[in-house]
């Protein structure tokens, strides 16, 4: 939407402009362009928000309607590095709408017409961020389409990218098409656009190209004027950038070049400005801090979607609650076995273990997230991956390094600040977009912190990061040392949080071990075991009483899986010399169903709608995750990953369509790595740790990933929000746990 200043409250609403839309209050409109209206809301938890509600003729065009709602679907998935988050969509009176988080800042546009072109500080702050979110966008395989200066915002924080997602519902709505209108800016379109060519994320790097220029410059490359003229500008002309600093002008000629195929990936700008050819210490000293310009955050000043306002009417209400304060008590202490490595738990179930509230791991550099790894020695333009200087700020002498390691990474600190407050000034950590190309070669953006304002673990701040979800997970709790080689597991519950941990079912004659709640979290399954050769599925309520065995045609110490409905259990099962996947009725348990008839070993099953997923040595003797259909056995097989090396616990999100497991590109590195459930999408890396990460398991409400983390034989369990990649270990302190199952 095109940028508007106004000062003052706003507009006041319309008698046709809405009072409320899904769950949200209109407080004022914002502004309108060629999709509908924004207008300023306030959510149920009193959050801020911009709500950008679809004009009427399209809300009943079933061609937009349909894009509209996949590309917004697509959004959500966009990590809110250096964007503005998508929050929720819907439909209200017949009129599909979408909600992003709120915005304070002003448009580079607007900016660039009041105050000129920018200092050479913030020129390299917004070239590295809006690089930054053209990554998180593309590899959640989205093309912006739309860039350009109305759409970068200048917050406190820094720069972020708006609009993402949306333009292609609007390129495909039948009334347009049939038109030939082409939906676009001009002057920051690519040549390919304009030719109606295969749009591809090329597109948006010739338009980040123009951008940086215009910040430059104060003027678009390609001059000024009507559609016929900046189009054969664009098609023939030269871009005119001026004198851009280095590594700036090579790679803005670059991103400028009309065959798309000869431009830079959004990857490649990162890499190149942060790490190739200049100075590291003169490239940090530009971005570690973004001075935000003064008119950005006076009092009150708002900018939402795409739209300038000053004074916008302020949310009723009390800000979105944190978490409880205070640590939670001391566990109670009591006598009798089980004990946890010495230490008398209270006895009877359910007995409290552990007394060390959560953990935030803030130390080191924020982690690299999205796209997958940069392949070896493939830097910007075929260079050497960039690296750290030693003795640098980014530097960890902890990490190990060398040949067949992946970079490491820390995790990025909670933003912190509000908006409105104070002018300019406001100083931002940018590591992100660094450290994520110098250490990993992916993105993250820039957050902004300040070390003394730190906010705990699990607060909702102004960019709505998830909170911790309070659902107790079920886990092995280890009830002395010795695993794999000898096993003392018991069956437990560890609420993540107050990392408080209760034994659900313990004996100490027994080995139980991959709990597996119910979907109507009514019951846990697991395995038991009791000898190399006897592997059994137990099942008992979620209070530990009513442990029965439903089969001991269990192979191997494996995982099991319910069905969505809650009446079979997918399990390895024994086939002769081999293993299969079986399905087995809980009420019936001598009724099974097999699903899988080759060969290759298998283990890990997982079930998710009608899929079950599996690891398999089907493919070259690789450990490689494959999906298939339960109601058509033997048929339906999908391959989900695609990489050289061993996956396994593969682990559905809550809505089937992404799909956590562990990468293991060596024999001692273990990862948790996202994809798509129907491997079609690029997979992304969310941890990094130097110790082994493995058994993912996904929060009910799919915004968090908790995992067993550690040498085998010392595993703890850590929580990561997706969104961003905080990480907090949620486990107590004392003892070991594993085998964690979330939702």
């Known amino acids: 939407m095109e940028s508007q200043r106004r000062t003052g409250t706003g507009r006041p609403l319309r008698p046709d402009d809405p009072e409320r839309v899904g ?13 509908g209206a924004v207008y300023l809301g306030r959510g149920p938890d009193g959050r801020q928000v ?124 039948s009334g347009l098409t049939m038109t030939g209108q082409l939906v676009g800016s001009p002057g920051w ?32 490359p390609f001059g000024t004027g009507d559609f016929s003229v900046m189009s054969a500008r664009l098609l023939h002309g030269d871009p005119q950038v001026g ?22 990936t959004a990857r490649d700008l990162l890499l190149t400005m942060v790490g190739g050819e200049s100075s590291e210490a003169a490239v940090l000293g530009t971005l570690t ?77 924020p982690t690299a997230y999205g796209g997958g790894p940069v392949p070896r020695g493939a830097g910007a333009f075929g260079s050497a991956p960039a690296t750290v200087a030693a003795g640098s700020p980014l530097e960890s002498p902890t990490r190990p390094s060398g040949p067949g390691t992946r970079p490491p990474t820390g995790r990025p600190p909670e933003p912190s600040g509000r908006p409105g407050q104070g002018r300019g000034g406001r100083r931002a950590v940018l590591a ?72 659900v079912l313990a004996r100490n004659d027994t080995c139980d071990i991959l709990p597996r709640w119910s979907p109507d979290r009514k019951k846990i399954a697991f395995t038991r075991s009791t000898g190399l050769a006897v592997n059994e599925l137990w099942v008992m309520n979620a209070d530990g009483s009513g442990a029965a065995m439903v089969t001991n045609q269990m192979s191997g110490r494996s995982r099991v899986a319910w069905s969505p409905d809650g009446k079979k259990i997918a399990f390895v099962a024994k086939a002769g010399t081999g293993r299969q996947i079986d399905v087995v009725d809980v009420a019936a348990p001598h009724s099974t169903l097999r699903l899988t008839t080759d060969d290759a070993f298998k283990d890990d099953p997982a079930w998710c709608g ?33 990489v050289d090396h061993d996956v396994n616990d593969p682990s559905f999100s809550p809505d ?3 799909m956590a497991y562990t990468d293991q590109p060596t024999k001692d590195t273990r990862h948790i790595w996202i994809t798509t459930a129907d491997g079609k999408g690029t997979a992304r890396q969310l941890t990094s740790d130097s110790t082994r990460d493995m058994d993912a398991t996904w929060s009910p409400d799919g915004t968090w990933i908790a995992v067993a983390r550690g040498a085998t034989a010392l595993p703890s369990i850590w929580a990561i929000r997706v969104s961003d990649r905080h990480e907090q270990r949620i486990s107590p302190s004392q003892g070991n746990m594993a085998h964690p199952d979330w939702s």
């Open 23 to 35: 769950s949200y209050t209109i407080l004022g409109r914002i502004g309108e362009g060629g999709m």
């Open 50 to 173: 911009a709500i950008k509600v679809v004009r009427p003729e399209l809300a009943h065009d079933p061609g937009f309607v349909a894009r509209f709602r996949e590309e917004v679907t697509n959004a959500q998935r966009v990590a809110s590095f250096c964007t503005a988050q998508v929050l929720d969509h819907g439909e209200s009176a017949d009129r599909a709408y979408m909600v992003t988080e709120y915005i304070d800042g002003v448009s580079l546009k607007d900016y660039v017409k009041e105050h000129g072109e920018l200092s050479p500080g913030m020129l390299q702050g917004v070239a590295v961020g809006v690089a930054a979110a053209l990554v998180a966008i593309h590899a959640a395989g989205l093309i912006h389409r739309d860039l350009k200066p109305a759409n970068v915002m200048l917050s406190y924080s820094g720069p972020r990218v708006i609009d993402f997602g949306i333009a292609r519902a609007l390129d495909v709505a």
């Open 189 to 220: 379109m690519a040549p390919e656009r304009i030719l109606q060519q295969q749009v591809t994320t090329a597109a948006d790097i010739f338009s980040w190209g123009c951008l940086v220029a215009f910040a430059q410059n104060g003027i678009n």
């Open 243 to 264: 004198e851009l600093p280095s590594p700036l002008d090579r790679l803005v000629r670059a991103a400028l070049d009309k065959e798309p195929r000869n431009r830079p």
């Open 289 to 365: 801090a973004w001075q935000s310009p003064v008119p950005l955050a006076p009092r009150g000043a708002t900018r939402v979607m795409g739209e300038s306002t000053r004074e916008a009417p302020s949310p009723a209400g009390p800000p979105p609650a944190g978490p409880p304060a205070g640590s939670p008590p001391d566990a109670a202490r009591g006598s009798g076995p089980p004990t946890a490595y010495g230490t008398p738990l209270e006895s009877g179930p359910p007995t409290a273990y552990g007394d060390r509230p959560p953990t935030s791991h803030d130390a080191g550099p």
């Open 432 to 503: 992100g977009a660094v450290v994520v190309v110098l250490a990993a070669g992916a993105v993250t953006g820039w957050l902004a912190f300040r070390p003394d304002d730190k906010k705990p673990s699990g607060t909702t701040t102004a960019a709505g990061p998830a909170p911790l979800p309070d659902d107790p997970l079920v886990v092995r709790i280890d009830r002395q040392p010795g695993w794999p080689d000898k096993c003392y597991g018991s069956i437990g519950k560890l609420v993540p949080t107050t990392a408080k941990a209760s034994y």
């Open 610 to 642: 009608s899929r079950v997923a599996f690891w398999s040595r089907r493919t070259g003797g690789l450990q490689t995750i494959f999906t298939v259909d339960a109601a058509t056995p033997g048929k339906g097989r999908v391959q989900v990953t695609h």
């Open 656 to 658: 089937c369509k992404q």
